[in-house]
């Protein structure tokens, strides 16, 4: 890369244009596996810095009114004829840099107005994806938040994607906005019947027919659990002859679970194929809703999770055994209305009572039924319905660290194997999704799971631990992926301890002026903002950047507890 003629490369560039040379002529097949994965985090972490240093030049070229000059309608269509880039993709960078990039105001350069993400992202912990959807979360934030509570709110959601993934964090972003706005003031029940819409588009020339709209949230409840059962991979498959399309289950209703795994294993069909599948079985005189049978072990039926403190003051988020959210108003009225499991927490995320709809007959479901101990003379192997509710009232999804699979794809893991003496209560039960479940073994490259002590911050959670080649620590770790208020808890923590190490970076960096007598005049490293600036030099209590006061749950600062 050189210069000549209208092209300007600075050392800076070429530099980088080198080193991608240099990558491009590397023989990667004499690369061991851990040099191969390195090598790949490293070029994702400097693609992800690199974007913060377009934001810049994006900046300035805005700022020199360059588009203006080339008779350009606007920094888009600029930035789409120069890069060739779609209109879409022009869009979405300039934006990005509005909010990512620098202030310049009268010549002086402010910080970005996502200043946390903006950070996170030149620092290359967090990609464009992260970004974007910080920002759409921020969107949604109720007007009556202030300013400070929304750099705090920010600086929580950046901190979360520093360690976290993109698709996290829309559920934190609805956990944060529960919080904020727990009467409903943002979106109340009756605006979303307001958008609720289902259209079936005029039955094209090739029989074909589209389909679009919006869907409640007890909409989405009640089918979830439907296609958790009936667009599981090898259920109603059209082009499989031996495909089961009927109400059975692997275990218990009828279907041969051999043949539903050769099933399984001959299904080439996409998500959305089986989504179609599913409801073209449901719809059938032979099927319907009320001959659902049974998925993994338990009727095809919503469970509705909510805390104490949610059922009290009837305000918050309810979540259901896929992952959805409903408001606590229409959890409480399907509760009534329906035939779905409620099942209400305490504040360490353990059923305090678990029950059906008043529509269900049959014999109520008792304590007894939820701890799971076994009956006197038996040895139960399969856990009971009542215990598969428990456990996704508490885990409510795949408890491997990293997974993301929600508890309506899990089965029942026993903790220490009921071939070892393990019993089937459930203290000694987990979730566990199909391709997690296969990796606990005594093999070599084995998983292991444990229950975690009293003296453990997780008490009573199963931890995973890994083999030696992936985490030679060989120390138990915990799935956050499906417990918000946890990942929202650790954040506050880093915050904190972030915090407190630019305050004592400052106390030292004042000590050392005190002693030269005022001579330095070297700039202490105090972050990213002038908020936390601002606190660091105060101690860490000192303002909205230094995060919440106290509390096991954290907090989004200034005062707001999560």
Not at 54 to 63: A, W
Not at 206 to 226: H, K, N, W
Not at 441 to 454: A, F, N, Q, S
Request: glycine residues 10%; proline residues 6%.
């Amino acid at each position: 890369m050189g210069t000549g003629g209208n092209h300007y490369s600075s050392d800076a560039t070429a530099a980088f244009g080198a080193g991608v040379d240099a990558m491009l002529d590397t023989n990667f097949t004499r690369l061991t596996d851990e040099q191969v994965v390195a090598m790949l985090r490293e070029v994702e972490a400097d693609k992800r810095r690199f974007v913060a240093v377009e934001h810049r030049l994006l900046v300035e070229i805005e700022q020199r009114r360059i588009p203006e000059k080339a008779e350009a309608r606007s920094t888009t269509q600029y930035l789409a004829t120069i890069l060739r880039l779609s209109h879409a993709e022009a869009a979405a960078r300039v934006n990005a840099a509005k909010l990512l990039g620098p202030r310049l105001v009268g010549g002086e350069e402010l910080e970005p107005l996502l200043a946390h993400t903006a950070a996170a992202q030149a620092a290359g912990e967090i990609s464009v994806d992260h970004a974007w959807r910080i920002a759409k979360i921020l969107k949604r934030l109720p007007v009556h938040v202030d300013a400070i509570q929304a750099e705090a709110v920010e600086q929580q959601l950046a901190e979360y994607a520093r360690t976290g993934w993109p698709d996290d964090l829309p559920r934190i972003g609805d956990r944060i906005l529960a919080f904020l706005d727990p009467d409903g003031v943002l979106v109340q029940d009756k605006d979303r019947q307001r958008m609720r819409e289902l259209v079936i588009g005029k039955q094209r020339v090739d029989g074909m027919s589209a389909i679009r709209g919006e869907i409640t949230p007890e909409l989405r409840a009640l089918l979830d659990p439907v296609l958790a059962k009936l667009a599981r991979p090898g259920m109603c498959n059209p082009e499989d002859a031996q495909s089961p399309w009927t109400t059975g289950d692997s275990v218990g209703d009828g279907i041969d679970p051999e043949v539903l795994q050769g099933c399984v294993k001959r299904d080439l069909r996409s998500a959305g194929q089986r989504n179609h599948d599913a409801v073209l079985a449901l719809l059938r005189p032979e099927m319907g809703p009320a001959h659902l049978g049974q998925h993994r072990g338990m009727p095809v039926s919503t469970v509705v999770t909510m805390t104490v403190a949610e059922l009290e003051t009837a305000a918050g988020v309810a979540v259901t055994a896929s992952g959805g959210r409903v408001s606590i108003e229409e959890a409480l009225k399907l509760a009534q209305k329906s035939i779905p499991w409620l099942a209400v927490l305490n504040h360490t995320g353990m059923p305090l009572y678990l029950g059906r709809g008043k529509r269900m007959t049959g014999k109520p479901v008792t304590g007894t039924a939820v701890t799971g101990k076994a009956v006197t003379g038996t040895v139960p192997r399969m856990a009971n319905p009542a215990q598969r509710i428990a456990l996704i009232a508490a885990e409510r999804g795949c408890t491997r660290p990293g997974c993301d699979a929600p508890a309506t794809m899990c089965q029942v893991h026993h903790v220490t194997e009921w071939a070892k003496g393990g019993p089937t209560d459930i203290d000694n039960l987990t979730l566990a999704c199909d391709a997690c479940h296969a990796r606990v073994h005594d093999g070599p490259g084995g998983w292991k799971t444990v229950k975690l002590g009293e003296d453990s911050k997780y008490a009573g959670r199963t931890g995973w631990i890994a083999p030696a080649h992936i985490d030679p620590s060989g120390v138990a770790q915990v799935n956050h992926r499906h417990h918000e208020k946890e990942a929202l808890a650790e954040s506050a923590a880093k915050i904190r301890a972030r915090t407190e190490r630019e305050s004592r970076r400052h106390r030292e960096w004042l000590a050392r002026r005190s002693c030269s007598g005022g001579a330095q005049n070297d700039e202490p490293d105090v972050g990213v903002s002038a908020g936390s600036a601002t606190v660091a030099a105060a101690g860490p209590q000192a303002g909205p950047a230094a995060g919440p006061q106290g509390g096991p749950d954290g907090g989004l600062g200034a005062g707001l507890e999560v």
